[in-house]
Each structure stands twice: as C-alpha cells, then as structure tokens.
Nanobody, 125 residues
C-alpha cells in the first residue's frame, strides 16, 4: 500500500487547512485509515481514525470539535479538515493505514502497517 499525503502549509492561528491522503496498491475500502502528527522533539501522536465504511470515527481529545476526518472510497482518499487551528497543531502530519481494526489500540502507531511520507502543517500565532 502506498500513501501520498498533501495539503499542508502555513496558516495563521484560527485558520483552516484540509489534508488529503490518497492510497494505492490495495482496495481502499478494505483499509482502516488514520492520521497522526509529530511535532519537533515530540513523539508521533494519534489524531484521528476512520473505519472502512466510515461507520466509526475516533479523535484525539486535543482535536475533537476542531478536526474532521472523512473518506471517499470512490477516490481512494481520506481527508482531514482542520479548523480553528492553533500554534500547538504545528507538526508533520502522517496518514496511516491497515487492513485490520486496532480495536482498543486504534490510537497506537502499532495498529497501522502502512505510512505516508508526511506533510508539514505550520500554524503561526
């Protein structure tokens, strides 16, 4: 599975960005998709995940109410709409995928076998 993330950039605090991640190499609807982020000097952390059909979605507490994950199985793409951005959202954002649902561990890196290259999001104050 190959994942190609895009949509990052520089935005002012309070602004919005939409990240996209296109998958190839496997039937997209068979993949659980997730977004993680890594700020300088910090561990990579979970942001959001969406099950195969989009029936179940989970968010990190830090982004709940501001970020929205969605998927378009016809376009093999998962999105992360980020609103009300804060400087602390600055990070490299990675999309991730796996064929299996991580159940209680959906927020861990180990639950995702495939990773994209990352896209930089910078939020200025």
């Amino acid at each position: 599975v190959q994942l190609q993330a895009s949509g990052g950039g520089l935005v002012q605090a309070g602004g919005s960005l939409r990240l996209s991640c296109r998958a190839s190499g496997r039937t997209f609807s068979s993949l659980v998709m997730g977004w993680f982020r890594q700020a300088p000097g910090k561990e990579r952390e979970f942001v959001a995940t969406i099950k195969w059909s989009g029936s179940s979605i989970y968010y990190a507490d830090s982004v709940k109410g501001r970020f929205t994950i969605s998927r378009d199985n016809a376009k093999n793409t998962v999105y992360l709409q980020m609103n009300s951005l804060k400087p602390e959202d600055t990070a490299v954002y990675y999309c991730a995928a796996d064929s299996k649902w991580g159940a209680s561990y959906y927020y861990t890196r180990q639950s995702y076998a495939y990773w994209g290259q990352g896209t930089q999001v910078t939020v200025s104050s």
